[in-house]
């Protein structure tokens, strides 16, 4: 089964602060993607990767930036944490190989703002 | 441009019973592909199934089946035999090509023993 591990459940951090959050997948998938979860909202791409070192923006890219410098992890970076970005954030993962592959998730971090 | 509609907050159904839950997705895209999500309280978004839409034949996978309506883009889950594990909130999605999925706003389902 693919496992897609995001490496905190929940976070608390202050506004302000640089914050990081971790996603691995063991799968070889060479697409990964950082959602963000709001009631009444769905999920919201926030920024996607296709390859190593490649990124694209989604939806709702500001006030964030990405890193992905080997395949299977793909950090979400908050550059200057501020409470409007309090939320449940879902990292997954896919393979590339034709259209309509279903993604893979994370167990999601809900993160606070304070 | 593409749109997935969820119209539907909350549902509830009585155990060992049918429910049926909504999406309309608008697309100008001939090739697409949806898909219904089930994420259970505190616990990982798993895929419950998926319809390709140049495939006649509506998807099924044990309990869950859906009713594809290209024409009406209508793509409605139906859960039969209702069970306590199936509680959760429920979300309907689309691709078209590409890399982006797009996602509705999530019914959550209430499940009554």
């Known amino acids: 089964d693919v496992k897609v591990t995001q490496s905190s459940r929940y976070l608390v951090k202050r506004t302000g602060e640089k914050v990081f959050l971790e996603c691995v997948q063991d799968m070889d998938h060479e697409n990964m993607f950082w959602y963000r979860q709001d009631p009444g909202l769905g999920l919201r791409l926030i920024y996607f990767s296709y390859d190593v070192k490649m990124k694209e923006k989604g939806d709702i890219p500001e006030g964030y930036s990405v890193s992905r410098e080997k395949k299977e992890r793909f950090s979400l970076i908050l550059e200057s944490a501020s409470t409007n970005q309090t939320s449940m954030y879902l990292c997954?993962?896919?393979?590339?190989?034709?259209?309509?592959?279903?993604?893979?998730f994370g167990d999601g971090t809900r993160l606070s703002i304070l | 441009a593409q749109t997935v509609t969820q119209s539907q907050p909350e549902m509830s159904v009585q155990e060992a019973e049918t429910v049926t839950l909504s999406c309309t997705y608008d697309?100008?895209?001939?090739?697409?592909?949806l898909f219904w999500y089930k994420q259970p309280p505190s616990r990982q978004m798993i895929l419950v199934i998926r319809q390709e839409a140049y495939k006649q034949q509506n998807a099924t996978e044990n309990r869950f089946s859906v009713n594809f309506q290209k024409a009406a883009k209508s793509f409605s889950l139906k859960i039969s035999d209702s069970q306590l594990g199936d509680a959760a909130m429920y979300f309907c999605?689309?691709?078209?090509?590409?890399?982006?999925?797009?996602f509705g706003a999530g019914t959550r389902l209430f499940v009554k023993a």
């Open positions: 999605a689309g691709n078209t090509g590409g890399f982006k999925t797009i």
């Open positions: 997954a993962s896919s393979l590339s190989d034709r259209v309509g592959r279903p993604q893979h």
């Open positions: 697309t100008s895209e001939s090739d697409y592909y």
